[in-house]
């Protein structure tokens, strides 16, 4: 069986192909193929020019296809098979994910119209934060806000997932950085705090977006008369990384300029690293003590310098280990996705022999 997996990230695409062996389910499956590139302009046009062609050899060995979609809400915590009706119900969580649940449904109908023959499931990153507990997912929000959904869900669960299943221990802070960035407090493998909340603008500096800030000062900009969408988009286009270095969100670039003494790539730098250390600190205290950080992520994996840096500024946590480990969220979404493929399928065959 063949598996094409679609990873749309608020900066990149990712497409990647896996084969499982039907007998042996236990074996992960083999990644056969996989492709990425910056998302640019519209994008079913660069779907078409781009990914197309690069799929036409291995239709053939294409059965089923995943994808990754931000915001499950509070419905979706499991993966989802794809029909009208989960596609209408998942086009109202669009304003909860606005960078990532429109184009990740675009490609859905993209892939749709091109096969539409081709059974297609969802995987979610808040899944793995539905076992949060309720002092995690609660915001001090009246009742009435409360009872509409608002609260906290967090982000990156696929990638958290990953992590915690390479790596299990009792007591694990999985952090992804790369453009989106936050925090997961796993215990024994289950979720239990995290730094992104009801959306993914919550909670560490990110390349545009500018995680957490005062609701207060938000209050007093559109007081000033800053619309709704001026505020949308300054939140998440022109802050994070961007905002505070008023050159780049990128950052190696970033890393490069400030060693050379740009002050804007400096104070990005050292806010990046301050918010990041409270974040990890607070994460610890969730756990009540930590066995391991895993650094992932673009960011995370691939900067030995802040592993470093991490490691010496927060030796007070005590022996802990360190490591960096590449993301991996089309090998996980391949391998949820294909044992619930094959749970479905063993349903639909027992519900025929029975009928």
């Not at 499982?20 to 046009?45: C, F, H, I, M, V």
């Not at 539409?116 to 915001?139: K, R």
Request: glycine share 10%.
């Amino acid at each position: 069986m063949g598996l094409l997996v679609l990873n749309l990230g608020s900066a990149t695409l990712k497409v990647a192909l896996f084969a499982a062996d039907p007998a042996q389910p236990d074996t992960p499956p083999q990644r056969l193929w996989e492709a990425s590139t910056p998302r640019s302009g519209e994008l079913t046009p660069q779907l078409q020019s781009w990914l197309a062609p690069q799929l036409q050899p291995w239709w053939p060995q294409i059965h089923v296809a995943g994808h990754r979609l931000v915001h499950g809400g509070e419905r979706f915590v499991a993966p989802t098979r794809l029909n009208a009706a989960v596609l209408q119900e998942l086009e109202g969580l669009n304003p909860m994910a606005p960078l990532h649940n429109p184009p990740a449904l675009e490609a859905i109908q993209w892939l749709q119209a091109l096969r539409p023959e081709l059974p297609q499931w969802a995987c979610f990153d808040t899944a793995f934060h539905s076992t949060l507990p309720p002092e995690a997912s609660t915001y001090a929000l009246p009742a009435a806000w409360r009872q509409r959904g608002y609260r906290r869900y967090g982000f990156h669960g696929i990638n958290h997932q990953h992590v915690a299943e390479a790596l299990p221990c009792a007591r694990l802070i999985s952090a992804h950085l790369g453009a989106g960035c936050s925090l997961a407090a796993v215990h024994h493998g289950r979720s239990i705090d995290t730094t992104m909340g009801f959306t993914p603008l919550e909670g560490l500096v990110m390349a545009s977006r500018s995680g957490s800030v005062d609701p207060g000062l938000l209050l007093h900009l559109q007081r000033q008369g800053l619309s709704l969408g001026e505020l949308e988009q300054g939140l998440q286009q022109r802050s994070g990384l961007l905002g505070l270095s008023e050159l780049s969100g990128d950052w190696r670039q970033l890393r490069l300029a400030s060693a050379d003494g740009h002050r804007g790539a400096q104070l990005a730098v050292a806010v990046f690293l301050h918010r990041l250390r409270a974040g990890i600190g607070a994460m610890a205290a969730s756990l009540g003590g930590v066995d391991q950080i895993a650094l992932s992520g673009g960011i995370g994996a691939n900067d030995p310098s802040m592993l470093n840096e991490l490691q010496q500024s927060m030796a007070w946590l005590g022996p802990v280990s360190w490591t960096q480990i590449p993301a991996d969220e089309e090998g996980m979404i391949a391998r949820v996705i294909l044992q619930q493929d094959r749970l479905s399928r063993a349903d639909r065959g027992s519900d025929a022999a029975g009928g």
